[in-house]
């Protein structure tokens, strides 16, 4: 099964434009806690490299286009964002690598824990270490 989870954000539109909601255990699929942004990224900067123990994400594109990198241990997938309508849902123990912004990139992320750096990885071994752990106690 892909890493790559997608969830198609419903655009309420009519004449006037376009509307997005956002509603915790609705279309965001936990409890809202956090929400931040990513924007001005400089040319050829790459950002996250790290996993978490205990949080789970969506990532939304508002404006522009960005391409994360979500690898399981096992395989690395990569998928661009490029639209406001789409949001790529983060969950349980993966690496994320956010590449390739394009200037006007305005990145959101909603979150469902407040920030904690305690609950970063931010050593790739470590990582691969903790997803072999997490395999050993489900096997
Ligand atoms: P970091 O998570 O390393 O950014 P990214 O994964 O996007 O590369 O965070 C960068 C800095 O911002 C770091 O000093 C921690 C701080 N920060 C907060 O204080 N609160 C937050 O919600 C986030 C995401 C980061």
Redesign the pocket.
Known sequence: MSNIQLINLKVMGDDRGSLISLEQNKNIPFDIK?I?Y?FDTQHGVA????AHYDLEQVAICMKGSVTFLIDDGLIQERVTLSSPDIGLHIKGLKWRE?HDFSDDCVLM?V?SEL?D?AD?IRDYDQFLKEVSNANSCTQ
């Open positions: 956090r931040y990513i950002r996250g490299f790290h956010m992320v979150a920030y750096e970063y």
